[in-house]
């Protein structure tokens, strides 16, 4: 079955970017999606297809996807950004991200 | 106001069955294709099941596939989850999902879930 893999946990300071990778075979050729869950909240989706932001979401969350790997970059980091994110593509079922826990010290 | 509003979660022994319940609302359900989402306590997430709008094409996770059944009635704006010989490592928050029409990958809107725990 297929697999996607982040890192378990990022840290970063304030106002720096943080990077989120997400590996997967071939994942370039699929779309990917992120979202954002704080604890003891409903996931939220921040990225779709790739690079794009549904309505209300910050311009400081970005995406992209190539080769194996899709990333979400968070520019500019604040505190209320702590939280997991879990990546999701489609490879004949729906499959979700191992998860990765930002930090913002 | 898009709403899903999950129910039926609860305690049951392993073995049992369990019927959960999504009611959908401020949208046309009847045009979207809908999930189920688990979450075990402090893990991550994990996809359970797919159905189309209408109904006709279904998918399941391997951990799950002859035990549960999705269903919608499009008349009631509602998606259900036929959950039978249930395990203890089926604990967890169920979550509905709304796949979202501008994207081939992704789930625009979630219910708050339903906590199933399994045990004895």
Do not use: H
């Not at chain 2, 369990?18 to 046309?28: D, E, T």
């Not at chain 2, 045009?31 to 797919?50: C, D, F, H, I, T």
Request: charged residues 15%; glycine residues 10%.
């Amino acid at each position: 079955s297929y697999e996607l893999t982040q890192p378990p946990s990022v840290s970063v300071s304030p106002g720096q970017t943080a990077s989120i990778t997400c590996s997967g075979d071939k994942l370039g050729d699929k779309s990917a999606c992120w979202y954002q869950q704080k604890p003891g909240q409903s996931p939220v989706l921040v990225i779709y297809e790739d690079t794009k932001r549904p309505s209300g979401i910050s311009e400081r969350f970005s995406g992209s996807n190539s080769g194996n790997t899709a990333t979400l970059t968070i520019s500019g980091t604040q505190a209320m950004d702590e939280a997991d994110y879990y990546c999701q593509a489609w490879d004949s079922s729906y499959v979700f991200g191992t998860g990765t826990k930002v930090t913002v010290l | 106001e898009v709403q899903l509003v999950e129910s039926g979660g609860g305690l049951e022994q392993p073995g049992g069955s369990l019927r959960l319940s999504c009611a959908a609302s401020g949208f046309s359900f009847s045009r979207y294709e809908m999930n189920w989402v688990r979450q075990a306590p402090g893990k991550g997430l994990e996809w359970v099941s797919y159905i189309t709008n209408g109904g006709s094409t279904i998918y399941y996770a391997d951990s799950v596939k002859g035990r549960f059944t999705i269903s919608r009635d499009n008349a009631k704006n509602s998606l259900y989850l036929q959950m039978n010989s249930l395990r203890a490592e089926d604990t967890a928050v169920y979550y509905c999902a709304r796949d979202s029409l501008d994207s081939s990958v992704g789930c625009d809107y979630w219910g708050q879930g339903t906590l199933v725990t399994v045990s004895s």
